[in-house]
Structures are given as C-alpha cells and as structure tokens.
C-alpha cells in the first residue's frame, strides 16, 4: 500500500523557519516527482513546490520563491520543505503529493499525503 506521511509542522512566528519532511513508502519513488501543495480554511488547494526524480529541475510557487526551498532526500523516497520567512499567509495544512511530471497542476498528481498543520502567528 502506498503511503505518504508528513511531518515537521507546527506553530511559528513570522519570520521563523520550519523543514517539512514527507517520507514515501509501500513502492520505490525514486522515479516520481514529489511536491508540496497547501489548503488553507476558506481557500483553494495551492501548488507550493515540486521536484523532479533527479532532484535537478525544481518548481516554486511565485508566492513562496525565495523563501522556501523543496529538494530531496538522497534515498529519494523522502522529499523535504525548507520554510524560511514565514508569514502568517503561509498557515496551511501541508501536503506531499506524486506524480510523473513537474507540475503546479493537483490532477497531475497520483498519491497524497494526510498533510501537516503549519501555523504562523503574527
């Protein structure tokens, strides 16, 4: 069974930092994009960042670039979120995803995560 959990959240103040992680297991993902997306209450799932198989091609959402930082675990089945500067319009539940493509798009993505909660208090 194909299963993705997260981990690393919390509750922060703005400008603080947390690292994400989301750990893959039930097949090898070494050959899948991973990514990074968030729901926030009251607002659309949003891509945040994905990463290729390789870890060579990275993709970030203009509302984070420069602040967060996605890459991947050398076993490969572990893809990490670096969070820095955070805002309190980063609260969100976190989720890791897969897919076959690097891509901002949800329906590219096969598997998800249950998502972790990241708070940021002003």
């Known amino acids: 069974q194909v299963q993705l959990v997260e981990s690393g959240g919390g509750l922060v103040q703005a400008g603080g930092s947390l690292r994400l992680s989301c750990a893959a297991s039930?097949?090898?993902?070494?050959?899948?994009?991973m990514g990074w997306f968030r729901r926030a209450p009251g607002k659309e799932r949003e891509f945040v960042a994905g990463i290729s198989r390789s870890g060579d091609r990275a993709l970030c959402a203009d509302s984070v670039k420069g602040r967060f930082t996605v890459s991947r675990g050398n076993g490969k089945n572990t893809v990490y979120l670096q969070m820095n500067r955070l805002k309190p319009e980063d609260t969100a539940v976190y989720v890791c995803a897969t897919s076959e493509v690097v891509s901002g798009t949800p329906n590219h993505y096969t598997y998800w995560g249950q998502g972790t909660q990241v708070t940021v208090s002003s």
């Open positions: 039930g097949r090898t993902f070494s050959s899948d994009v």
